[in-house]
């Protein structure tokens, strides 16, 4: 029995783990809501934070990723959580992903979250 109830609160903490990034974009929009969100009326993340979290980047990296500036995985600025990750593909491409969560969807399919970049389609969220 607590083999059993030892591997299910590992899967549990497992799973929350790998969700990170979609609860905290969640959890965002739902505090936003009763907060104050930019003139357009979205929501928004400090430009401060970004540029402090883009600053701790290499000057090569801090310039690939404000040039990229939205997660391909996830939809949201890149440095609105944290430092970004930078992410080795094959072919010698590589781009930016807002948390450690997103890391392995672009992995998996980078063309599908590559093409995202090229179209501006990043802010359509990770599915």
Do not use: W
């Amino acid at each position: 029995m607590s083999r059993h109830l030892f591997f299910v609160l590992f899967c549990s903490l497992f799973t929350l783990t790998l969700s990170g990034c979609v609860e905290s974009e969640v959890d965002k929009k739902e505090s936003s809501n009763t907060s104050q969100a930019d003139d357009s009326g979205e929501d928004a993340v400090d430009p401060e934070i970004i540029a402090a979290e883009m600053a701790k980047l290499s000057e090569e990296d801090r310039a690939a990723a404000v040039a990229q500036k939205v997660c391909p995985v996830g939809g949201g600025p890149l440095g609105g959580m944290g430092i970004p990750i930078k992410v080795e593909l094959e072919g010698g491409k590589s781009a930016f992903v807002c948390c450690a969560g997103c890391a392995d969807p672009l992995k998996d399919d980078p063309e599908k979250y590559l093409a995202k970049l090229e179209t501006g389609g990043a802010a359509e969220s990770k599915e």
